[in-house]
């Protein structure tokens, strides 16, 4: 135990930690700790870890203000953070001590930890990326702010009911959030609606105004963000909205009646809930009002926090940084420019000098229904001023393409940002951003080379490649103690902020007595997760069989129903040779599928439908299982990643932009079984092909016959006799006994050009062969311990350049250029 002065950094006892939740007991639930339940025993603790940093909190901004730092504003409509508590422990110096104090108080920490909500501000990937993100830049000391909203309902809870998704409201803050500080000193106002006049000044010049708006009050809580033992503590902050004048007899007695209601309307329905898609634009308005909501008050709070230290507004980019996470932040672009000349009085160039140098876009997917486009009534109603700012932004924009490309009308069509009745976001971002990337090396150059061919032509200079990456310190340290342990025993603990080194490991990739333990620790998490489904599946599964697993949204392109499908194939192959040697497996998945996305939700109930035959069926002993975890969050992904042997990473090549999870899988000792997709590629350029399972059509063949045609799913259905089988036990009630047409929709989205514009979109036929043969392989391969468990151990140490750690560096010198940190308490 450490305790006493460490690098002037007086560390906390296990006695005081228990004294504060002692007290914590006392002043919050008149009760002492014994008499607590175990929700009660969670905020006790809670508010005593709060207490730890909150002078560390305190310190990190003072050195920031004290030493003038530039800080990038990290803006994203989602931040998918999981559960923090035990993320923070694990990140204080002083982690020790707490835990001390919590066995010493005869709690169970895994108890305590379980009573958390998921803070669940985010869907998949993006919101999840940008968790991550946060995590490694207090870790490395880099001076940033998350911004973001506070849904008072994050993303729904899953319940399945019959096979089917049930939708479930997520009322995380029901009992508070015991992390978060509400900082009413810097609300602010945001404005929607009315119209803009114009005004002459004293000296001739005209300004802009808006009037007869509606306006609501922005309201931020903070939550710390606890860099590794390192006494950083960065802010996310999340906006909710309240009504400016709260509804009252003033306004009823002025008539203003309806006025008041409908500003406490909109206050209440603006953070109200996060809308649940992934991957898919909902064109709501309630939606654009958030993206504005959030985006004023983020960047009104940046430019006066820069303006209090400083004189001249025009040196705003040597300070700030805006990173937009996808184009849901786009309208920073336009608010900026607003705040820089009605507010600032500066002139049109200058104003767009500033905002240039200060906004960057990331992209994070080629999907076309994801791409933001708004029509022209509803932007300018909801957003006057900005919207003639973008009008503005656009007539110059235009002019530059022509005087590049003159006489091509076709370039003006498909570049600008106005066009077609509609603003479109992403134009917005690029014309507007000094920075444009991808999230991984083939997603960007299918950004460059097709999506946004355009753009890369006339500004190359703004488009770069940062491959996406996680942090080790939640899906290693955190979520697989033992393997942690196991690493940290081999190669010392470097590994936690610097994953680089975790390549040490390679050298016991062949030494059989770590092979055995690794495959130890992987068999007992195995059986953690066994347990888990037990518990919440009442399924029994053999942690001794292959744990394949498919953990993410639940999205066509992902093709979560190729791997159902080849359940299916496999479970026919058992039935019909019983003879046949067959080692033993268990599938996998976990998925929420957006509330209105119908197909989605009918591949679930598909899933489960096929697992109730399986599972149920005596005369296969077992052979093969396949459970569908119920309401998959991070929370639950943290004990799925540390028990799976295969990683299903198998969407359509193209369509991924990076994935995140093939890393986490990676990093956890999973092999591969996935299409050169995606950062798939570089997992696989890092670890060996040798040591994944690749398969099914590359990205340019995609490609080719989408552009070009030339694929017929009828034909393989005629021809492979297998895939035939398959596909007639969709619609013959195989696996729906009292409705044999309930799987028929599946069934026409890949056979049948009527009911859908094109069959089998996502080449699930063209794939399923190479899918099945991979699959073979992977069967194989397990068969061999030995070889397995090298391959598991070299996924682990090469899984380095996966780090989120890696990626901010990258875009602290490529893009935000800030200088890092010390900060001593
Ligand atoms: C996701 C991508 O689908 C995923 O491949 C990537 O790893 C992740 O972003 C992080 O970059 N995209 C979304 O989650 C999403 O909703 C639409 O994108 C804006």
Same mark, same amino acid.
């Given at each position: 135990m450490r305790t006493g002065l460490i690098n002037d950094v007086v560390e906390l006892t296990s006695e005081q930690f228990k004294f504060k939740v002692s007290e914590n007991a006392k002043n919050i639930?008149?009760?002492t700790i014994d008499e607590l339940d175990d929700r009660q025993k969670f905020q006790a603790v809670a508010y005593a870890v709060k207490d730890v940093i909150i002078d560390e909190w305190i310190a990190t901004h003072r050195v920031y203000d004290k030493k003038d730092v530039k800080t990038v504003y990290?803006?994203?409509?989602?931040?998918?953070?999981?559960?923090?508590l035990g993320n923070i422990i694990i990140n204080l110096s002083c982690r020790d001590e707490i835990k001390k104090a919590i066995k010493e108080l005869g709690l169970d920490i895994n108890v305590i930890e379980d009573q958390e909500p998921d803070a669940a501000l985010g869907n998949g990937g993006l919101g999840r990326l940008a968790a991550c993100f946060l995590d490694s830049l207090a870790t490395l000391g880099y001076p940033a702010y998350g911004c973001g909203i506070r849904y008072k309902y994050g993303f729904f809870q899953q319940k399945i009911e019959d096979g089917y998704q049930k939708e479930v409201p997520e009322d995380w803050l029901r009992y508070g959030n015991p992390l978060e500080v509400r900082r009413d000193e810097y609300a602010c106002e945001v404005k929607f609606g009315g119209y803009t006049r114009t005004f002459t000044d004293e000296n001739g010049r005209s300004h802009f105004t808006q009037d007869g708006y509606q306006s609501i009050r922005a309201i931020p809580y903070d939550l710390p963000i606890v860099g590794y033992s390192n006494n950083v503590v960065n802010t996310l902050r999340i906006w909710d909205a309240e009504p400016l004048?709260?509804?009252?007899l003033d306004e009823f007695d002025k008539g203003d009646y309806h006025a008041a209601v409908e500003q406490e309307n909109l206050a209440k329905t603006i953070?109200?809930?996060?809308?649940?898609?992934d991957n898919h634009m909902s064109g709501k308005e309630l939606r654009l009002k958030q993206q504005y909501f959030f985006i004023s008050a983020s960047v009104q709070t940046a430019v006066k926090k820069y303006m209090d230290k400083h004189?001249?507004?025009?040196?705003l980019h040597e300070k700030v940084v805006f990173q937009m996470?996808?184009?849901?932040?786009?309208l920073t672009v336009a608010e900026l420019m607003r705040i820089l000349m009605?507010?600032?009085?500066?002139e049109w160039d200058e104003a767009w000098e500033v905002t240039t140098k200060c906004v960057a876009y990331t992209n994070h997917t080629?999907?076309?229904?994801?791409l933001e486009k708004w029509p022209i009534e509803l932007f300018s109603r909801l957003l006057p001023r900005c919207y003639q700012i973008i009008e503005e932004i656009n007539r110059r924009f235009c002019i530059s393409i022509e005087e590049k490309?003159?006489?091509?009308r076709g370039k003006v069509e498909r570049m600008a940002i106005i066009y077609d009745g509609q603003v479109k976001m992403a134009h917005l971002a690029i014309a507007a951003g000094f920075s444009v990337n991808g999230v991984a090396r083939l997603h960007t150059e299918i950004l460059k080379n097709q999506e946004l061919k355009d753009f890369y032509e006339m500004m190359p200079e703004k488009f770069n490649n940062k491959t996406n990456g996680i942090t080790q310190r939640r899906?290693?340290?955190?979520?697989?103690p033992l393997l942690a342990e196991w690493v940290t025993g081999k190669i010392g603990d470097e590994w936690i902020t610097?994953?680089?080194? #975790?390549?040490?490991?390679?050298?016991? !990739?062949?030494?059989r007595k770590c092979q055995k333990e690794f495959m130890n620790i992987k068999y007992k998490n195995k059986k953690r997760l066994a347990e888990y489904i037990k518990k919440h599946n009442g399924i029994d599964v053999d942690p001794r069989s292959i744990f394949d697993v498919q953990v993410k949204r639940l999205h066509e392109y992902k093709r979560q129903l190729l791997n159902i499908l080849h359940v299916m194939y496999l479970y026919n192959e058992i039935k019909e040779h019983p003879e046949k040697e067959f080692y033993p497996r268990t599938f996998v998945f976990g998925a929420k599928a957006a509330a209105g996305y119908k197909i989605a939700k009918l591949t679930i109930k598909l899933i489960n439908s096929v697992a109730d035959v399986i599972n149920n069926?005596?005369?296969?002993?077992?052979?093969l299982k396949v459970v569908f975890i119920e309401d998959y969050k991070v929370s639950n992904a943290e004990i799925i990643f540390a028990a799976a042997d295969v990683s299903e990473? #198998?969407?359509?090549?193209?369509?991924? !932009?990076?994935?995140?999870g093939n890393m986490k899988f990676m990093l956890n000792g999973a092999l591969t079984l996935g299409t050169m997709d995606g950062a798939n590629v570089e997992i696989v350029e890092e670890v060996?092909?040798?040591n994944a399972f690749i398969f099914g059509l590359s990205s340019d063949e995609v490609i080719n016959y989408e552009q070009n045609g030339g694929y017929d799913p009828m034909k393989i259905f005629n021809e492979d006799m297998d895939v035939r089988k398959v596909l007639m036990q969709l619609i013959n009630?195989?696996?729906?006994?009292?409705?044999?047409?309930?799987?028929r929709d599946i069934y026409n989205s890949l056979l049948n050009t009527k009911s859908t514009d094109v069959a089998d979109r996502y080449f699930i036929l063209k794939d399923f062969r190479a899918y099945i043969e991979a699959q073979k392989a992977v069967e194989e391969a397990y068969k061999d311990e030995k070889r397995w468990a090298k391959s598991a151990i070299l996924n682990v140490a090469n899984?380095?350049?996966?780090s989120s750690d890696r990626t901010i560096e990258e875009y602290v010198k490529d893009i935000w250029k800030l200088k890092k940190v010390k900060v001593e308490v």
């Open positions: 639930f008149r009760k990290y803006l994203s409509m989602e931040f998918l953070m999981g559960r923090a004048v709260s509804f009252n953070t109200e809930v996060l809308y649940p898609n004189k001249d507004i025009k040196k996470n996808d184009t849901h932040p786009t009605d507010v600032y009085m500066l080629i999907m076309s229904e994801a490309y003159p006489g091509d899906f290693l340290l955190h979520a697989n610097n994953l680089s080194h #975790i390549k040490e490991l390679e050298v016991y !990739a062949d030494d069926d005596a005369s296969i002993e077992g052979k990473q #198998i969407s359509t090549a193209s369509k991924e !932009a990076s994935g995140t060996g092909e040798e009630g195989f696996y729906a006994p009292d409705d044999p047409e309930r799987f899984a380095g350049k996966f």
